[in-house]
């Protein structure tokens, strides 16, 4: 099946949750919300500071880490996910709120699942405010299990991120994932039907990139959190009109996870679905010490 297996195969569809944000705008936006569409929605909290917010789950993920045991990583996940996209507008993050939602609640799944965002919440200075338990017999199927967050951040309006100030000829540097993150797990789990595998990068849990950003948020340009639609489609999200990114896929070595996807899945389908190695990028004019793996250009 070497080069077959496709996201759209696997029963998702990028172009259709890109349509789906362009179908909702106008109806968000006449709330008085503002970069809809962003990793992170802002909203203004008095004349010097806007909230900001992000909504997210950690997905098909949950199914292969039960089975094998690893709940507490997409605890994790979830929590390193939503503080990464909220980072990505020079926010501090400050709370984050959970909801499990399963057929039957299991007490040892829920604990596993919050001790692991705890984990990443005590490390990223965050609150875990609270949450909802559901047990909707009438949604899910028997031992369907779903894990989804809010995390919410604030940003004074003068160190706002948002990609407005970059030019033609910055660079973007990347920052390692630790493998899969929780991003794709629909195809990777179509891909097991062909070929196991067992390495750790497969379900290891999703960095939290909040000390790169601090370290380098006076000076940055843009973040790009690189989740689903891969490194260049979450770029796309912070450029200004006009400008795209060139990158230079053999800057850095990818996990060995993404080899083994590779014998299954064409190369232009694992750069659009997979972070490939790259967890997370900053656009800056000048890269210091840090990894450069492309750089911004004119359209």
Known sequence: ????????????????????????RAAVESTGASAFGGFAGLHPLDERRLLAASTD???????????????????????AHCINDVITTGADPLVLLDYVAANRIELEQVAELVEGAAEVCREAGVALVGGETAELPGIYKADEL????????????????????????????????????????????????DEDYEGDDLLAPTRCY????????????????????????????VLPS???????????????????LARHVAEDELRDVFNLGIGFCAVLDDPGEDLVIGRIARA
Request: glycine share 14%.
């Open 1 to 24: 099946m070497t080069g077959r297996a496709t996201y759209s195969d696997a029963g998702v569809s990028l172009a259709t949750g890109a349509a789906v944000v362009e179908r909702l």
């Open 210 to 237: 909040l000390s790169q950003v601090k370290r380098l948020r006076e000076r940055a340009r843009a973040f790009a959190h690189v989740t689903g639609g891969g490194i260049e489609g979450n770029l796309a999200r």
């Open 57 to 79: 789950s950690v997905g098909t993920k949950l199914i292969l880490a039960r089975a094998r045991g690893r709940l507490r990583a997409c605890g994790a996940d979830l929590a």
């Open 242 to 260: 006009g400008l795209r990114v060139a990158i230079d896929w053999g800057a850095w070595e990818r996990p060995p996870v993404f080899d083994w």
């Open 146 to 193: 779903d894990f989804a967050g809010t995390c919410v951040g604030v940003v004074d309006r003068d160190r706002l991120l948002d990609g407005s100030s970059v030019t033609n000829g910055d660079v973007v540097v990347g920052f390692p994932s630790a493998g899969v993150h929780a991003n794709g797990f629909s195809l990777v789990r179509r891909v097991l039907e």
